[in-house]
């Protein structure tokens, strides 16, 4: 085993400390306070406030699904006498790569900066009162908050003894060390299902590019 992940955490204080030594867990939880602290001021609960969050629940899976394939996996193209690559597929390349660097985990901090502005423009752009937009916008950073800690639990020692969360690490466990061209799902799988992308691992190909479990 490599030193890298050997030294990973092991218990769930140790997880939670390491985890939020990263600046995108840090950030998710102060907005999504943010948003929980000014949705309480404004008062006036009502069942409404769980539309959003029924709405995202429905759309999560698909979300998941076309981002990793279309943004994270995007392939650098040639264009124009130029090769045209960005940022957030390179390191998620050099996560593949080395799968067990926590600082290649996470959402890059960059992005929250055009990411958020955007959210604040679409909720309350689209909600018709703010109650609604302040109970979207927490509903979806604190579901990216936890996409966030699925991810990482994938790539610690440390394992929560909940079937949900074991099951969402050995699915994601099979995308790194079985064939990247399957299991994108991270905290939802259903749009794996429904795009036949959630194969028996008994009968796909292990990749050559993918990792082996004792690698760096």
Known sequence: MSSARAELPRTLWDAVRVFYRHSSPRVLTVIVACALTARLALGNFGWLDLAPLAVLLAFWPLQEWLIHVFILHYKPV???????DFKVPRKHREHHADPWRLDLLFIPTHVFGYGLPLHLLFW???MPTPELALSGLGSYFALSLHYEWVHYLAHVHYQPGIAFYQQRVKNHRRHHFKNEHYWYGVTMTSADHWLRTQPDPDAVETSPTARSTSSS
């Open 124 to 126: 309350f752009g689209v």
């Open 78 to 84: 040639r264009f124009a006498g130029r090769t045209w």
